[in-house]
Structures are given as C-alpha cells and as structure tokens.
C-alpha cells in the first residue's frame, strides 16, 4: 500500500475543499480506510473512516461538515469538507488499516498497522 493525497490548499473561513487519496499500489485487495490529521503541536487525531463492510464514522468535530466516500472503480478515497474553521487547519492523512476489517476514529489514528500517506495541508484562515 502506498497512498497519496492531494486536494489540500489555502481557503477562507466557510470554504470549501475536496482531498483525494489514491493507492498507488493497488492490487485489487480492499482495507478499512480513514483520514487523520495533525495539527502544529498537537496530536494526531482521526477526522473520518470507512471500514471494510461500508460503516462510516466521524469525529464530533467534523459531523454535519465532512463527508468520506469512497469511488470503489477508481478506488480513490475523499474527503469533501465543508464549512470550513480555522481549527480544521492540519496536515491531512489518508490512512489504510492492514489488518482490521472494523476501525475506530482512535485505531485509524494511532494503530501501527496502520499506513498512512505523505499528507496534503490545508490551511484555513482570513
């Protein structure tokens, strides 16, 4: 698994942007998958998953704002994010779960059979 973000930028308070993750080793095989981000100084901290059987979970504070789906012909993740706050501004993650089927916002995080990509900045502010 080699994953690779892209979509992150500079927006205004309220804005919008669209993050893509694409396995660029692909072999067909399907993982449980979220993203995670990490701000300056902080922790990382998982922002929305997708498990294996389509159950999808957000942190409270992304709910109502960020939408996860997955285009299973392209097999390219996103993550549409909406209303955008300063305090969404962190390095974004797209992340795959090796080995578990069913993930949680804390094992998507922080499990080390996790990979996760190079990430793609986002940056919100006026």
């Known amino acids: 698994v080699q994953l690779v973000e892209s979509g992150g930028g500079s927006v205004q308070p309220g804005g919008s942007l669209t993050l893509s993750c694409v396995n660029s080793r692909d072999t067909g095989r399907s993982y449980s998958m979220g993203w995670v981000r990490q701000g300056p100084g902080q922790g990382r901290e998982g922002v929305a998953t997708l498990d294996d059987y389509g159950t999808i979970t957000y942190a409270d504070s992304v709910k109502g704002r960020f939408t996860i789906s997955k285009d299973n012909a392209k097999n390219i993740l996103y993550l549409q994010m909406d209303s955008l706050k300063p305090e969404d501004s962190a390095m974004y993650y797209c992340?795959?779960?090796?080995?578990?089927?069913?993930?949680?916002?804390?094992?998507?995080?922080?499990?080390?059979?996790?990979?996760r990509g190079q990430g793609t900045q986002v940056t919100v502010s006026s």
């Open positions: 992340a795959a779960d090796l080995v578990r089927r069913v993930v949680t916002l804390s094992s998507i995080a922080t499990a080390r059979e996790v990979v």
